[in-house]
């Protein structure tokens, strides 16, 4: 991770895109294309602790075939696209590092069809993760992909998102049954049909899903969705420790119990929670949050047998409840770990990092890295989907403080040189972007040589997204 807060400019940085580009967008947009200021900076940021100057300008297509025009366009200028959702991202995926023009996807947002009989839905890649929960909730239907803010689909697609409900129902990338894609040239490309497997030739889907932008541009996207669970219960378990509560975890899913969603704050998150949402007066302990679906006898049993291991693991207290009121208030607060952190240092910037490991390797990681923060006065906390072995660091620090950027951006390196040394991976749902490209040079330091080659087969310009994921070879 960058030791500071303004990005450098690589070899081709700050491109000038020229006038006539933005003539020719302006002819079939009209005024959904916008160079003022305020729109333009408003584009140009997201929720990570980078910075980097905005956009040229902003468009707003409202159809693939504008953006297929779109792209067309400024492949010819060689200007450079980058898309933006809501700007949730944490690794500067939307930051416009070398310029070029935002693709704001407001007005692709439609939930185009849902088919209840066969358990998938059409959408377009604006639509907000929220909007399209509430849709489906008419049909008896959800989407479980949730990683808490309010992203667009799109967004969660380009970056492969995950989140809390992943333990019980997979993330992005076992949920998207096809995409259309905008390639860098204008072309459009659908991955896959509806059929939930296919031998069809490559994989195109799991290519794009994940690129972060980098390899084409997501307008329209086919998921898979899911009835609503006859019952539904929640629960709270306090642990003296955060090791208590991972080898919790642990046992539960070396068992077998089919949890929903079992999610890790440590004692300070809980403090930040407890002290940001008036509902909430939970112990400033180590918790484990989970949620169990099923029937009304499994939900039980589930719950029971989850109870018993947390006691074994000298557990302090287990509450369990499917009053859907109860249910709404744990995960509300859950939903909030990320302001409510933010909270405890008004004026702070936050340096959030995330990785995951192996199940058997976690409550290790974790201690190693509460060892390492312990020593250095950062205000931090930690939660995790620990089902899946993948944790959140957030540090918050002055950003001109130079002593609080290095202090932490020492433990986001040796946070994530540990999790490689245990066969984990860099990041586990935030994505690479511009934070930890150097990092999967050393996770993957042959197959980031075939990334780049594919990157140079579908954007030979380089235009799609520059400045991420993989970095660019150019002669001296």
Known sequence: MATHRTLGTSPRANRATPDECLNRLKHFLGDRLSTNDSVRQSHGQDESWFFAPPPDAVVAPASTEEVSAILRTCSEYGVPVVPFGVGTSLEG?????????????TNLNEVEEVRVDDLDVTVQAGVTREALEEKLRTHGLFFPVDPGANATIGGMVATGASGTTTVGYGAMRENVLGLEVVLADGRVV????????????????????????TLGIITRVWLRVYGIPERISAAVCQFGSVSEAVRTAIQVLQVGIPVARMEL???????????????????????????????????????????????????????????????????????????????????????????CVPISRLAECIDATNADLAGTGIISTIVGHVGDGNFHVMMLIDPEAPDEVSAAGAINERLVKRALSMDGTSTGEHGIGLGKMSYLEDELPAAVEVMRQIKETLDPEWILNPGKVVKRDLPP
Request: glycine fraction near 8%; charged fraction near 25%.
């Open 190 to 213: 659908r991955t896959s049909r509806r059929a939930r497997k296919s031998s069809a030739g490559y994989d195109l889907t799991r290519l794009f899903l994940g690129s972060e932008g």
């Open 93 to 105: 995926h939307v930051l416009a590092v070398q310029g070029g023009i935002c693709i704001d996807f």
């Open 265 to 355: 704050l440590d004692a300070s998150s809980m403090r930040a929670l407890n002290r940001f949402d008036e509902a909430l007066d939970e112990a400033e302990a180590p918790m484990l949050f989970l949620e169990f679906h099923g029937s009304g006898n499994a939900v039980a049993e589930q719950a029971e047998a989850v109870e018993e291991i947390a006691s074994d693991n000298g557990a302090l207290s287990f509450k369990a409840s499917d009053d859907q009121a109860e249910r709404s208030r744990l995960w509300h607060a859950r939903h909030n770990a990320y302001f409510a952190s933010l909270a405890l240092r008004p004026g702070a910037r936050a340096i959030t990092t995330d990785v």
